[in-house]
């Protein structure tokens, strides 16, 4: 990496959002000079960066003055509050929080039906999301973790991040206001008014998401041609297969991608249905990674000094 003395602050770095943060930084080679990695637990923990491992800190022991901007990876409450009172210390400083992206789920979903609408005219959307408890960060990975294991040694399960036994589990997103969120999201995204319901859970995924979205167009959507626009999409790969191998799922595909893998497309008249994986984490730190990259690029514009 180019030297430089633009010194970055990274909350909830050794979270999984704040992990995938790390690696996109060091994937675009941006110019960071110091890293801070923060975080909100006791024990102590490194984090891979730039070739090697960064002990973190834990907000008591860091002066936030000593970075030029922060990155909250991490959406524990704690973390805005933190946050909250590192911008009344320092005003001017460039602080972007996780809550300040484009939820993921909206993010692919826009992303495909921006192809169909070209094609069809997109009337409506109902979409099923099924997100990790990686999106719960750590704690939440943690607990799917201790819950399967005792499960195996016929322990009871200690539900404390979720509200109940998530290992071999389904469970309703406790944030009712976040399927509200994404159907905003997704028209926002679009640039147009967009009916569109969502209905999230909770599923035993470490990593990963998928969806099942179905749509309702203004006129038959031509198979042949709805492909090929998937195919020459930006950032959708097309993986339809009459081999089970062939489908899709968070697990063997999305992992580490910033494409929406798109596969068993149905159509009925004007009604179809298409599956879709994807990786949140890697889709919400590449818009905080973005941000990180415009700060540098452009500093007046971002008040660095």
Avoid at 76 to 100: H, S
Avoid at 107 to 126: P, T
Wanted: contains cysteine; aromatic residues 6%; proline residues 7%.
């Amino acid at each position: 990496m180019v030297a430089s003395h633009f010194d970055l602050a990274v909350l909830g770095a050794d979270d999984p959002l704040g992990e995938a943060v790390l690696r996109l930084l060091e994937e675009r080679e941006l110019a960071i000079g110091k890293l801070y990695p923060l975080t909100l637990n006791d024990v102590e923990v490194t984090v891979a960066f730039a070739g090697k491992d960064w002990p973190c800190m834990t907000e008591r022991e860091f002066d936030f003055g000593l970075a030029q901007a922060l990155v909250v990876a991490t959406r524990a409450g704690a973390a805005r509050r933190l946050a909250d009172q590192a911008l009344a210390a320092r005003p001017t400083m460039p602080v972007i929080k996780v809550e300040g992206v484009e939820p993921a789920p909206a993010v692919v979903v826009a992303r495909v039906l921006r192809v169909i609408d070209a094609l069809a005219g997109v009337r409506s959307a109902e979409v099923f999301v099924a997100l990790s408890v990686a999106m719960a960060g750590k704690p939440g990975v943690d607990e799917l973790s201790n819950q399967t294991r005792g499960l195996f040694n016929l322990d009871s399960p200690d539900p404390e991040v979720f509200p109940l036994q998530i290992a071999f589990n389904l469970l309703p997103l406790p944030d009712q206001e976040y399927d509200a969120d994404l159907a905003e999201a997704t028209a926002r995204l679009l640039g147009k008014p967009l009916a569109v319901g969502y209905s999230s859970i909770q599923a035993p995924l470490f990593f990963g998401a998928a969806v099942m979205l179905h749509v309702s167009t203004a006129q038959p959507p031509e198979l042949d041609r709805l492909r090929q626009a998937l195919t020459r999409a930006e950032g959708i790969t097309l993986m339809e297969s009459d081999l089970p191998a062939g489908i899709p799922t968070p697990a063997t595909d999305a992992a580490e991608s910033d494409d929406v893998f798109v596969g068993r497309i149905q159509a009925n008249d004007c009604r179809l249905k298409l599956w879709l994986v994807f990786d949140p984490l890697r889709l919400e730190a590449a818009q905080l990674a973005a941000a990180v990259e415009n700060w540098i690029d452009k500093p007046a514009n971002s008040m660095l000094t």
